[in-house]
Antibody, heavy 119, light 108 residues
Framework: QVQLVESGGNVVQPGGSLRLSCAAS????????LHWVRQAPGRGLEWVAV????????YYADFVQGRFTISRDNSQNTLFLQMSSLRADDTAVFYC????????????WGQGTLVTVSS | SYVLTQPPWVSVAPGQTARITCGGD??????VHWYKQRPGQAPVLVVY???DRPSDIPERFSGSNSGNTATLTITRVEAGDEADYYC???????????FGGGTKLTVL
């Protein structure tokens, strides 16, 4: 079954850290760039970061400001997002998304994992 | 940063045609993609590269892109089309992706 399954969401205090994971199955993981996209409660979609298929290139939204690191393990078909210095406005559902191999759009999404930053 | 502007709400009666716009500076130079998101669910791609449809999306969904505005058109609207719709582009100068603010489609 072709799918992405996120995990790792939790309640964390402001200034804390959290690591999200996204397990992929049913497709050739190493052939696709992968992204994290987030959605704050009641708000729209917001792109967070991308990592290339071979893991060599990463790009981040301006708001990340060095606080997040995207990585991947192609041997384990898993995508990660390491987040630190978390703020209340980072509270959101975080989705991992697969980028189509021939276009800059997201053709597969996970179900999301909720990150709540609160004291 | 590249700003995409969508109307917050669009309302349409069943069987009519809904048009959701996505405005951006010279957006015609970019490929625009559209996603549908129902409450509590992940987004689903409905149109890519301005006007192409994934094989599992009905022909009622179509897209266009001209000047400073891209448009998602849904003909013969059904109750199941009620959702939030987002446009998205890739900015080649930064390799960043951008989403519009989303449009809530209400079927009256």
């Amino acid at each position: 079954q072709v799918q992405l399954v996120e995990s790792g969401g939790n309640v964390v205090q402001p200034g804390g850290s959290l690591r999200l994971s996204c397990a992929a199955s049913g497709f050739t993981f190493s052939s696709h760039s992968l992204h994290w996209v987030r959605q704050a409660p009641g708000r729209g979609l917001e792109w967070v970061a991308v990592i290339s298929d071979d893991g060599r290139n990463q790009y981040y939204a301006d708001f990340v400001q060095g606080r997040f690191t995207i990585s991947r393990d192609n041997s384990q078909n898993t995508l990660f997002l390491q987040m630190s210095s978390l703020r209340a406005d980072d509270t959101a559902v975080f989705y991992c998304a697969r980028e189509h191999s021939r276009g800059f759009y997201f053709d597969l999404w996970g179900q999301g994992t909720l990150v709540t930053v609160s004291s | 940063s590249y700003v995409l502007t969508q109307p917050p709400w669009v309302s349409v009666a069943p069987g009519q045609t809904a048009r959701i716009t996505c405005g951006g500076d010279n957006i015609r130079r970019k490929s625009v993609h559209w996603y549908k998101q129902r409450p509590g669910q992940a987004p689903v791609l409905v149109v890519y590269d301005d006007s192409d449809r994934p094989s599992d999306i009905p022909e009622r969904f179509s897209g266009s892109n001209s000047g400073n505005t891209a448009t998602l058109t849904i003909t013969r609207v059904e109750a199941g089309d009620e959702a939030d719709y987002y446009c998205q582009v890739w900015d080649s100068s930064t390799d960043h992706r951008f989403f519009g603010g989303g449009t809530k489609l209400t079927v009256l």
